[in-house]
């Protein structure tokens, strides 16, 4: 059974930094997508970032280009997001999530962590 188990949130000052992880277990992840996706109060869940399990190319959406970095522990079976220069508006519950590589469907999420912060 697939579990991604999210931690490292918190209360941070505006232009801080904080590090994310999620703990991948049940399978082996090679071939997956590894994904974090955040939702702010009363609005809908956003893409964060992704890449895949493996290497290669990942992918940031524009409002955390250049600030959030996402990365992969093999021998931790653990993925990361350090998110720095953080602002108000990157206040979220943030998740991580798994899906086969080449999948439109992102099939596994954890259960969140919240990242809150102050201006």
């Known amino acids: 059974q697939v579990q991604l188990v999210e931690s490292g949130g918190g209360l941070v000052q505006a232009g801080g930094s904080l590090r994310l992880s999620c703990a991948a277990s049940g399978r082996t992840f090679s071939s997956y997508r590894m994904g974090w996706f955040r939702q702010a109060p009363g609005k809908e869940r956003e893409f964060v970032a992704a890449r895949m399990w493996s290497g290669g190319i990942t992918t940031y959406a524009d409002s955390v280009k250049g600030r959030f970095t996402i990365s992969r522990d093999n021998a931790k079976n653990t993925v990361y997001l350090q998110m720095n220069s953080l602002k108000p508006e990157d206040t979220a519950v943030y998740y991580c999530?798994?899906?086969?590589?080449?999948?439109?469907?992102?099939?596994?999420w954890g259960q969140g962590t919240q990242v809150t912060v102050s201006s």
């Open positions: 999530a798994a899906r086969i590589g080449g999948s439109n469907r992102w099939d596994y």
